[in-house]
């Protein structure tokens, strides 16, 4: 009788024990999900802020750029400058593609920015072929053909960047619903636990009865 009371004792803990096992690994996941989706979405924040500055700097290397035409050196230190900073625009806002995809956000406003950013590079080009070094007119009609062209890529940059900050801010007020979850998956455990133990104690007291 009493080896039997102590299997009954014994399966029922170690059920009760797998049952917080599971739980456990499940709450473990969902913090570790969690915390990667708030870095990435800072992440992406990031990258964003790095568009915009680099988009900024493109502009204003393409100013001095025209500037600069009668000097050589000076000029092509600014041509170059103005390459890089067109390469670290589309570099940031590729990671930023990058992050949105792997926590499974939509990427329509992001494939907008990126497309705009290849179409604005396609307009600068096409109206630098027209720089004429020996004609002191050519640097303002050139910059005029791009005068801004670039507002519509400048603001779009900044309302994704607001929107990815709500949208984290929405998620670190979920906590306290997770929390409540988490309670409730705790008291549904324990309930479980209650409920197996006294369907166990039935089987169990009538072995008992009929032994």
Request: glycine share 6%.
């Amino acid at each position: 009788m009493f080896s039997g009371v102590a299997r009954f004792f014994t399966l029922a803990a170690g059920l009760a024990a797998l049952g917080g096992y599971l739980l456990s690994q499940l709450f473990l996941e969902v913090d570790i999900s969690s915390a990667k989706r708030s870095v990435q979405l800072l992440e992406i924040e990031e990258y964003l802020d790095d568009a915009a500055i680099s988009l900024g700097r493109q502009i204003q290397e393409w100013k001095d750029m025209l500037l600069r035409v009668n000097s050589s050196t000076l000029h092509a230190k600014h041509q170059q400058g103005f390459k890089e900073a067109s390469i670290a625009v589309q570099h940031a806002l590729l990671k930023s593609r990058d992050q949105m995809i792997d926590i499974g956000m939509e990427t329509t406003d992001i494939d907008w920015l990126i497309s705009e950013h290849k179409s604005l590079l396609t307009e600068y080009l096409q109206a630098y072929a027209g720089l004429k070094p020996d004609d002191a007119t050519s640097q303002s009609k050139v910059d005029r053909q791009i005068l801004g062209v670039d507002r519509a890529l400048q603001a779009r940059i900044i309302q994704l960047k607001s929107s990815i900050s709500e949208y984290a801010k929405q998620q670190l007020a979920r906590a306290p619903q997770t929390q409540g979850d988490r309670s409730f998956m705790v008291g549904l455990l324990g309930a479980i636990s209650l409920f197996m133990m006294a369907g166990l104690g039935f089987v169990f007291a009538r072995h008992i009865r009929t032994s």
